[in-house]
């Protein structure tokens, strides 16, 4: 793919040329992430994320990969181990300390990277596909994340644990089974704790191939920028490198200083102070709360508390995980011609105060005791949720007169009297 | 095609590509039969991978349970564990049983009578798992001076379930009754659990 005028690759001596033809990696970075990928010139800071994501998914495996080398997956051990970990081992607290925050700020990353991709409409054509990786990729590392949650084998790693497999038994029929062959036990135990370890060394790679993926899928259209125009001609664009890389560079130094920040001097902020009591099966603490990063979905789960043809617990969970599978049917929901919220003015209304309150209120809830007024406030914000997607969106988009979109990029950037810009040499075409 | 590999496309009167006598093809015939070799081998591959997942037979050794009651006086509750999950014995008081026989059973959410949950000859002796059904969480009530919830009987403090003096679900989110495990009495105050 990629545009005619992308720069091609040119091995510089012996070395380069010999692997250039024997395997032409180097032209494959090149072209992914190089100066061989041109992409547009006006992207805002908000396009840092992508790669902010990916840099905290490379962090959590090498941390990950290093706090397995002392960690002991056995109910007996799993707690003290970690404790191990943060007093025995050289250097153990800080590995600790970034891989648990660093697996928050992943979340951060891919909560404003989704935020980005909604408010753009980046989901369009013709980027579908790398929006349905892009959800994939946030179903796996919920699941990784909760299970890497349960490895500490403290009182909210047992009870989340025992808590969302409980969830699988609201199935009919199925559903009890499940959970046991989930657990290989009938509570949360040795066989538990032992296949979430292998699966949480395992589902990061798997994320790391389904970012391939994703990356792949975005180099047949190419990036998106913030006017939703698509690329016009060669002066719409800069190469990847050293232009992006430039101000990726930035911007993940901003990212490390607030993560730093996390890890040093509030290392223990974004968790549970439960989790520092060993799991007892037999007492469960007063306020059960997963994550952070899971509380508008856990709202959702508990907005349910009424039978309605089928039993309010089914409904919980099948709403919870519709929360996420509705982003699927995203790209055809949205009707309107227009992506960028900044030329939709119905759309950016129901965005800024429609759906981010709703959101900012659903994480806000999660973590909120299970009595009123937050659960008629749940209720009410689920409602709001689905109605945006399902009902709102649709309608908005086949209804909304989008404001006059500019006609390149380049105009965009640089004013109406450079219009069509097809090449260097070719501007300007009028005069 | 290249010519050194001789296929049928080359050589169409070899006997590999042309219908035999009962007009089947021989090479149709070849195909179908591996691929279902090979789908039945995947199947019988895939049996062991995801029955490993099933509770290994230590963990399926320890589901019994042998609990002496003798010491448990009326009004008087016990915890003790099965299958690592905690379980309630309670010799219910007169007024308990009292209270669990007046309620219009039809009425509730998870119909049942005392009699059918506890076993004959010991209505009093109120055998129930300790997991609340709703999302798994231990109810309170078990154990003297607990919180016992509006009707007397068990109280899951997670989501606000409700439980009375026979462990049915009586208000809150939780969908059936407590779960009455697997048990009998061995004798007047042994019961096996499992
Ligand atoms: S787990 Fe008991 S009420 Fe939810």
């Known amino acids: ?431 | 095609m290249a010519s050194t590999t001789g296929n049928a496309d080359a050589t169409p009167d070899v006997n590999d590509g042309v219908e035999g006598e009962d007009g089947v093809r021989r090479r149709d015939f070849i195909n179908i039969a591996a691929v279902s070799a090979a789908g039945v081998g995947g199947l019988a591959v895939l049996l062991p991978l995801v029955s490993q997942m099933a509770p290994s037979a230590d963990v399926l050794a320890e589901s019994t349970t042998e609990l002496d009651i003798s010491a448990l006086d009326v009004g008087q509750s016990i915890k003790a564990v099965f299958r690592k999950q905690p379980i309630f014995v309670r010799r219910l008081t007169p007024a308990e049983i009292e209270a669990a026989n007046a309620v219009d059973v039809s009425a509730l959410r998870d119909p049942a009578t005392l009699d059918e949950i506890t076993k004959p000859g010991h209505g009093d002796v109120l055998v129930v798992m300790g997991v609340c059904t709703h999302l798994g969480c231990v109810p309170l009530g078990a154990q003297e001076g607990e919180n016992k919830g509006e009707f007397g009987g068990y109280f899951c403090p997670c989501h606000g379930s409700h439980y009375d003096t026979a462990a049915r679900i009586r208000k809150g989110p939780a969908p059936t009754n407590l779960a009455v495990p697997d048990y009998e009495f061995t004798s007047d105050t042994t019961i096996v659990i499992g």
């Open chain 1, 1 to 431: 793919m990629s545009f005619p005028w992308a720069k091609e690759y040119t091995p510089q001596n012996g070395l380069t040329k010999f692997f250039d033809e024997k395997l032409p990696l180097p032209r494959f970075v090149y072209n992914a992430v190089g100066a061989g990928y041109p992409v547009p010139r006006n992207l805002s800071y908000f396009w840092n994320f992508g790669v902010l994501a990916g840099f905290f998914l490379v962090l959590q495996i090498v941390t990950g990969v290093v706090l397995a080398m002392h960690y002991a997956s056995n109910t007996q051990v799993a707690f003290a181990s970690v404790e191990h970990i943060m007093r025995d081992v050289n250097w153990g607290w800080l590995m600790r300390y970034t891989h648990a925050n660093g697996a928050s700020f992943f979340f951060v990353v891919i909560y404003i990277h989704i935020f980005r991709g909604l408010f753009y409409a980046s989901y369009k054509p013709p980027r579908e596909m790398i929006w349905l990786i892009g959800v994939v990729i946030f179903l796996l590392m919920m699941a990784t994340a909760f299970m890497g949650y349960v490895l500490p084998w403290g009182q909210m790693s047992f009870w989340g644990a025992q808590v969302i497999t409980g969830l699988f038994e609201a199935i009919p029929l199925v559903g009890p089974p499940l959970k046991t062959w989930l657990l290989g036990g009938f509570a949360p135990d040795n066989a538990a704790l032992n296949r979430f370890f292998s699966l949480h060394f395992l589902l990061p790679f798997v994320i790391a191939g389904a970012v391939i993926l994703h990356i792949w899928a975005l180099h047949i259209p190419g990036s998106s920028n913030p006017t939703g125009v698509e690329v016009k001609g060669e002066s719409d664009t800069l190469p990847f490198h050293p232009y992006y890389t430039a101000k990726d560079g930035f911007g993940l130094g901003i990212a490390l200083l607030v993560f730093m920040t996390f890890v040093f001097f509030l290392p223990n902020t974004l968790g549970h102070p439960d989790n520092y009591i060993e799991a007892n099966p037999l007492s469960t603490p007063a306020l059960i709360v997963p994550e952070w990063y899971f509380y508008p979905f856990y709202a959702i789960l508990r907005a349910f508390t009424f039978d309605f043809i089928l039993p309010a617990k089914l409904w919980g969970v099948l709403a919870m995980f519709s929360a996420i599978l509705v982003w699927f049917f995203l790209p055809w929901l949205d009707k309107g011609p227009v992506r960028s919220g900044h030329y939709r003015p119905l759309f950016r209304k129901f965005f800024w105060f429609g759906l981010i309150p709703t959101m900012a209120m659903l994480f806000y809830l999660g973590g909120a005791p299970a009595h009123e007024p937050y659960v008629m406030l749940s209720q009410i914000f689920t409602a709001y949720y689905f109605l945006h997607f399902l009902v709102i969106l649709p309608i908005i988009s086949s209804i909304e007169r989008p404001d006059p979109l500019p006609y390149s990029i380049t105009e965009a950037v640089l004013g109406s009297d450079k219009k069509a810009v097809l090449g260097e040499n070719a501007e300007p075409v009028a005069t």
